[in-house]
């Protein structure tokens, strides 16, 4: 049926949900592909849009694999993504306006974990683009769909914590993760990678734009395997110095001494 108001989850036969059919206006019946709880949702884009923005922690689960748009995070989402195991393949990317060339923009005052399952795009220039607090937990994130995918996560503000069995993996020559110093987030990003898993790609210190009066952004390797290529802007070779750790892990190539 179609309805003139949304129906109830616990109406709906196992595996249905509702989305709004914007030019009829019209409630229509969908399969479900994520749920919150017991609240089913026909796309992730639907369900990250019903996350509270007062900082409740919610976890949104994959209920298969999924080919769909790209998600946008708000200030004061606090989500948990559990891919439950399922592959989500972001066809159509987000963004700001003009620039809509990502798979997830995960944007300031927002919190992220991504667990237990695989992020790709066919589409995306980039996966990831993180302003938020971002977790990773048990995940695949694979560049290496789209011809165009520049940077599988590429960060500019908050944190990026890759924790348990996480891969990242670029295309050859791109960029698995940068660390991005810019004085339009003078706070800047802190970069944690502590995985059993494996990092494929450049790691990237760089500058968007001009730097901000005080170098905030940093990385901490702990641990992982790292099939890598440094690169480090020369207007931050001093500063990496200072703000990279690296305390364990395995590369294939060598570790600065400084």
């Known amino acids: 049926g179609k309805f003139s108001v949304d129906v109830p989850s616990a109406y709906l036969a196992e595996g249905l949900a509702t989305t709004l059919n914007k030019t009829n206006g019209y409630y229509e019946l969908t399969k479900a592909v994520a749920k919150i709880g017991e609240t089913t949702y026909a796309s992730l884009p639907e369900a990250i849009e019903a996350v509270p923005t007062d900082g409740t922690e919610t976890t949104v689960v994959l209920l298969e694999d999924i080919v769909g748009q790209g998600i946008v995070t708000k200030a004061g989402q606090n989500v948990v993504i559990d891919f439950n195991g399922f592959t989500y393949n972001v066809d159509k990317t987000v963004g700001s306006k003009g620039t ?20 790709t795009s066919n589409t995306a ?62 706070d800047g990003v802190v970069v944690t990678i502590d995985t059993t898993g494996t990092i494929t790609g450049i790691i990237e210190y760089d500058v968007w734009g001009t730097k901000p009066s005080e170098n905030k952004t940093g990385l901490n390797i702990v641990n992982g395997t790292f099939d890598i290529t440094w690169a480090v802007e020369d207007a931050l070779t001093e500063e990496a110095k200072e703000n990279f750790v690296v305390s364990g892990g395995k590369f294939s190539v060598d570790v600065p001494n400084e």
């Not at 944007?107 to 992020?119: E, I, W």
């Not at 990026?160 to 993760?177: N, R, Y």
């Open 125 to 186: 220039s980039i996966l990831i683009q993180n302003y938020s607090e971002l977790t990773v937990l048990d995940m695949n994130l694979d560049g290496t769909k789209s011809s165009a995918c520049n940077y599988v996560v590429s960060n500019n503000n908050g944190s990026f914590d890759v924790l348990g069995d996480t891969s990242i993996t670029a295309a050859p020559g791109k960029v698995a993760f940068d660390v991005c110093v810019t004085s339009n987030y003078p």
């Open 100 to 119: 809509e060339t990502n798979g997830f923009q995960l944007l300031k005052g927002s919190k992220v974990t991504l667990k237990n399952g695989t992020l």
